[in-house]
């Protein structure tokens, strides 16, 4: 019989609120005080994210991103710096025990596992997508999503992005890198190795992918969604969150 999860469609909030309530979810969920939670939302104004690890100043432009008033946060998972753009990306997460029924214990494979529904949901559209390892889903062999992932507090906390539109030359205005001449060379990569809904599709219709999505997460962990609210426990520990971590300089520029 399916497990039943929560379905959360949160619209667009900004950095510090959208990191901060993944995490009280994943916290929330680890405290079985509420199921399995898929969510989705949308990032305003446009943000920076980069990974755990990674260092702000090697990474970020932060006056570049001041002047077209882009956010930047540092994200609880791993990975390399990601631009979400507010009308270029549709950002999904998802949070459950790290014993869930059936999830592959190797993260690689759980990244498989737990993509699929992507992959589902694409497929549905028309895209023959597929997972590309570690952590990527490709269209006609070009990236259309990327994915991270963080297991702590015997959680597992998995968000990503679905790239509707791509903006390359204001992506690498964003992020740092050395010189105009590789700058030329990165944009012209993107553009050549990334992919995205308007490019495969043509136009854009978000509640028919978000739609498409949620049905391909549905089929693939054999799970029944039922929409929902965060609890009022989740939504003072997001503030809690945001105001002592998230929205802190100490967080954002720890490395």
């Given at each position: 019989?399916?497990?039943?999860?929560?379905?959360?469609?949160?619209?667009?909030?900004?950095?510090?609120?959208?990191m901060?309530?993944?995490?009280?979810?994943?916290?929330?969920?680890?405290?079985?005080?509420?199921?399995?939670?898929?969510?989705?939302?949308?990032?305003?104004?446009?943000?920076?994210s980069i990974?755990?690890?990674?260092?702000l100043?090697?990474?970020?432009?932060?006056?570049?991103?001041?002047?077209?008033?882009?956010?930047?946060?540092?994200?609880?998972?791993?990975g390399?710096?990601?631009?979400h753009?507010?009308?270029?990306?549709?950002?999904?997460?998802?949070?459950?025990?790290?014993?869930?029924?059936?999830?592959?214990?190797?993260?690689?494979?759980?990244?498989?596992?737990?993509?699929?529904?992507?992959?589902?949901?694409?497929?549905?559209?028309?895209?023959?997508?597929?997972f590309?390892?570690?952590?990527?889903?490709?269209?006609?062999?070009?990236?259309?999503?990327?994915?991270?992932?963080?297991?702590?507090?015997?959680?597992?906390?998995?968000?990503?992005?679905?790239?509707?539109d791509?903006?390359p030359?204001?992506?690498?205005?964003?992020?740092?890198?050395?010189?105009?001449?590789?700058?030329?060379?990165?944009?012209?990569?993107?553009?050549?190795?990334?992919?995205?809904?308007?490019?495969?599709?043509?136009?854009?219709?978000?509640?028919?992918?978000?739609?498409?999505?949620?049905?391909?997460?549905?089929?693939?962990?054999?799970?029944?969604?039922?929409?929902?609210?965060?609890?009022?426990?989740?939504?003072?520990?997001?503030?809690?969150?945001?105001?002592?971590?998230?929205?802190?300089?100490?967080?954002?520029?720890?490395?």
């Amino acid at each position: 019989m399916p497990q039943t999860w929560r379905l959360l469609q949160h619209g667009a909030r900004n950095a510090y609120d959208n990191m901060a309530i993944d995490e009280a979810i994943l916290r929330c969920v680890t405290g079985r005080m509420v199921p399995p939670t898929l969510r989705f939302y949308r990032w305003q104004p446009s943000a920076v994210s980069i990974g755990y690890f990674q260092g702000l100043e090697q990474e970020i432009d932060r006056e570049a991103c001041t002047t077209h008033g882009v956010d930047v946060i540092r994200r609880l998972t791993g990975g390399g710096a990601v631009y979400h753009d507010y009308e270029g990306e549709i950002t999904y997460s998802l949070a459950i025990p790290d014993d869930y029924p059936g999830l592959p214990r190797k993260i690689l494979d759980s990244y498989d596992a737990l993509c699929r529904g992507l992959v589902i949901g694409l497929r549905a559209l028309g895209m023959p997508a597929e997972f590309k390892p570690i952590n990527d889903i490709t269209v006609n062999g070009r990236k259309i999503s990327g994915n991270a992932q963080t297991r702590r507090s015997h959680g597992i906390l998995q968000h990503g992005t679905l790239l509707c539109d791509v903006d390359p030359h204001l992506m690498f205005t964003l992020l740092r890198v050395p010189n105009e001449k590789i700058r030329d060379k990165l944009i012209a990569g993107v553009e050549e190795r990334v992919t995205s809904i308007r490019r495969e599709m043509g136009s854009v219709d978000r509640e028919r992918v978000t739609q498409a999505l949620i049905d391909g997460f549905a089929e693939a962990l054999d799970i029944t969604l039922v929409p929902g609210e965060l609890i009022d426990h989740e939504i003072a520990l997001a503030q809690t969150l945001k105001e002592e971590q998230y929205a802190t300089n100490e967080w954002i520029a720890m490395r």
